[in-house]
């Protein structure tokens, strides 16, 4: 896989800055289970997954893996190069969920284009963004445990009291029955509706994959 | 407060660029108690902290308030400015915890900047690593909740046992004394030590603030 593939910002390099990318990069494969990053190791390099599947997760006091994020074909994982920037102070281990053939660019090498390209450090950011809500979206769902559960049913039992899955009820209205602030229930309701789950507009609800909602119900 | 003294790279950028920025920005003063920021308001754009006290936080399932991080005197808030970058994909409330005097730059002048000046856009990456660090530690203490506790609370005991507070110990066997990984044990240490509460050397742990330990043991 030619390494532009991997950043939609490569046309936006000097021809130099390409080569020095595509000379620095060398090939890796690891086979399922493999540890290919942890706090242990060296500053890894940044990974171009060509095929295959990794998993950053960090462990619980139990000893228990909590996922943080998953990276396959043509993603770009940026924590197995975090040497590369000073305020990046967490360990995360990254393993090779199934057999994968990477790239890999040293991040020395890649540091230097980042310094002088607006556009790869730009994009760099993005990639880091996108990580980070990743990481934001499991923090509130270990701080909402169940509420999805929870809400499901509530809307469930709604619909069932009400005879219509369209429900005339306000976000707020769902927080006091519940117990939770409305800006929660808001939050959950969309995730909901990005999931296809439910159609919300002003003052309504409305359930528009029910078998859905009662699998995450149960 | 001069704009250049929250940018360490503000010698790096041009004089247009310097100029675009520091004529964008304005003033804004924030009470006490004042949300300044949160999923509802527009894009608020780039808060420059003069002085003062912000805090960023989100809400659990109850309505707790969960803190992510503060913001002091020269810190820069970037999540007020988030519809910057399309792949920040979460919603944080920004509260002044003290009587705050702002500058505030709107999110597309300061955008435009970055999209041109890789050492902007590379110091405004290093910021964005910093909170991240910030949130993965918040997830950690969550996570291992109370585990700094019994770790500290083990090491007391063992220097009783032993009458000394310079412990022959690995990370393994207190992980295996205390059910815990060893990683897990490691990075709390870590923590330890960066509070001055421990010393660690290999194979070794040394107290150096048993009233500290205590107090968190307590």
């Known amino acids: 896989m030619e390494i532009s593939t991997f950043f939609p910002v490569w046309e936006r390099l000097s021809s130099r800055q390409q080569a020095a990318l595509s000379s620095a990069a060398f090939s890796r494969t690891v086979a399922r289970g493999e540890i290919i990053h942890n ?15 990794l998993r950053a997760f960090i462990l619980s006091a139990e000893g228990r ?21 000073r305020s990046l102070q967490f360990d995360v281990t990254i393993q090779a969920e199934k057999d994968a053939s990477l790239r ?18 730009n994009f ?30 509530f809307l ?8 219509s899955p369209a429900l005339k009820i306000t976000h707020e209205i769902i927080g006091n029955h519940m117990g939770n602030p409305r800006e ?35």
Chains 1, 2 share one sequence.
């Open 124 to 153: 760099t950011s993005e990639v880091m963004a996108a990580r980070f809500s990743d990481v934001m979206w499991l923090i509130e769902q270990i701080l909402w445990k169940s509420f999805d559960r929870r809400l499901a049913a």
């Open 104 to 121: 890999v660019i040293p991040a020395e090498s890649y540091r230097k284009i980042m310094d002088e390209s607006a556009p790869l450090s």
């Open 184 to 218: 929660v229930v808001t939050r959950m309701l969309r995730y909901f509706q990005s999931e296809g789950m439910v159609r919300l507009s002003r003052g309504t609800v409305e359930i528009t994959d029910e078998r859905a909602l009662r699998r995450l119900a149960e």
């Open 39 to 53: 706090a242990d190791t060296d500053c890894t390099g940044l990974l171009l997954v060509e095929s295959g599947q």
């Open 65 to 85: 893996e909590i996922t943080l994020y998953r990276l396959f074909e043509r993603d770009l994982c940026l924590f197995s190069a975090s040497c590369m920037m």
């Open 156 to 163: 469930l039992e709604e619909a069932a009291i009400e005879g």
